[in-house]
């Protein structure tokens, strides 16, 4: 059974939704599935760019077969090797054997690495950044990503009706449930731009210097419509996805906001952390979320320190060291770059606290993070309540513009 969907008279939308899915790349929660976008174009030369999973072959070949409409497959572009968008090529090989496909040395290399395929020479076209290859009225132009993700990234830009098919650049985590284009979906919205921020910053996040420098390539390009390979496609306020990636991959706060990050092993630290966040109200702050990182997935904590411009972390001594779901949180932190924060810190220990100059000296290994107050120590269920209050007092200051 297909579903494609025509995006122009020439341009097919082949891709596969994947609702089974539990965690992406086997580690991040996926609430409402996953998308594997993929393009046919029609022209003088059939080409399709990028193919899907391979546990959605069977799906994604059925739509291929439809949209085709008796055509042979004459061109596969490959714009990225990960697997959850290549893992389809040797079941399209099969179906297609006379196919030929256009991509980088790199993703050549990766090409036998993943599937050992033997490719002729005659059938393995090589393209390098820049380089523009006709199939008919459409000519296409190839702009090298490199890690954006991974090293082999390419773009192609579809210079005749200026279509920029952006690999994993501009992924959503979720399926499109027939709302393939972004201004059919509320995409102003917060689950929405939940779904987009958790996507960039635990997938992208490291790679913010890449990142700018393909943004800078692209927005060189006229481009009308943009092609992810997850999530909707963008035809109308294309700046506005472009203007959140600008400033994610500036690691900039999305937001004027704080965001406590805490682990609690008996209930204290969390009361604590209740009246701390009682005492930011009542001065005035009003952008507050509080997370207990024991049960919230990492992914979700990081995308939020990608979102709110302050920081506070509540955690526990352990074993005379982080508790262990903290000190992940803050790995996972500097690996994936993030920096430009304000940070403040509580630390609980009911005999020789040890975490809050743990987690001063581990932020202090990350770029531009600036610290509001003292740290604060809790002794089991008991803290200086006078101290608390004058953290909130300059927390609230930082984020109220009062400092």
């Known amino acids: 059974m297909y579903s494609c969907r025509k995006l122009r008279d020439d341009l097919v939308y082949v891709g596969v939704e994947d609702r089974r899915l539990h965690l992406f790349e086997n580690l991040f929660p996926l609430d409402r599935g996953v998308s594997y976008n993929s393009y046919l174009l029609l022209d003088e030369k059939t080409v399709l760019l ?44 099969e179906k297609y054997p006379k196919l ?25 076209v090589e393209v390098k950044e820049g380089d523009e290859f006709s199939v008919g009225r459409h000519t296409l132009k190839f702009v090298f990503a490199p890690m954006v993700h991974w090293p082999e990234v390419m773009f192609t830009y579809d210079m005749t009706d200026k279509t920029l098919f952006s690999a994993d650049a501009f992924g959503v985590f979720g399926c499109n449930n027939g709302n393939i284009l972004a201004h059919e979906q509320r995409y102003k919205d917060k689950d929405f731009l939940d779904d987009a921020r958790r996507y960039y910053s635990n997938i992208v996040g490291k790679y913010g210097p890449q990142t700018q420098a393909a943004l800078k390539k692209a927005l060189s390009l006229e481009v009308e419509m943009l092609c992810p390979l997850h999530g909707p496609i963008w035809t109308e306020d294309l700046s506005f996805i472009i203007d959140k990636y600008d400033k994610w991959s ?75 779901k903290m000190e992940n949180l803050i790995t996972d932190m500097k690996n994936l770059n993030v920096q430009n924060r304000k940070i403040a810190i509580l630390e609980n220990g009911s005999w020789a606290p040890q975490s809050g100059k743990l987690m001063k000296k581990a932020f202090d290994e990350m770029k531009n993070m600036s610290y509001i107050g003292d740290i604060l120590t809790v002794k089991s269920a008991s803290v200086d309540r006078s101290a608390l209050e004058k953290l909130a007092d300059e927390v609230a200051d930082s984020v109220l513009g009062k400092e």
Do not use: W
């Not at 990028?50 to 042979?72: M, P, W």
């Open 250 to 324: 500036r690691y900039l706060p999305e937001e004027k906001a704080v965001v406590i990050l805490y682990n609690s092993v008996y209930g204290n630290t969390e009361t604590v952390v209740d009246h701390f966040t009682l005492e930011l109200g009542i001065r005035g702050v009003k952008n507050i979320k509080a997370y207990d990182v024991s049960k919230t997935d990492v992914s979700y904590c990081i995308a939020e320190c990608f979102r709110a411009s302050h920081l506070v972390f509540a955690g526990t001594t352990y074993n005379n060291n982080l508790f262990p």
């Open 50 to 93: 990028d193919t899907c999973d391979q546990t959605v072959s069977r799906h994604f070949i059925e739509n291929i077969e439809f949209a085709l409409a008796g055509k042979t497959l004459d061109y596969l572009v490959i714009n990225h090797m990960e697997p959850d968008h290549c893992g389809s090529i040797q079941d399209l090989y």
């Open 100 to 124: 030929s496909i256009i991509s980088n040395a790199k993703t050549f290399q990766m090409l036998d690495q993943f599937y050992q395929m033997t490719i002729p020479a005659d059938r393995k």
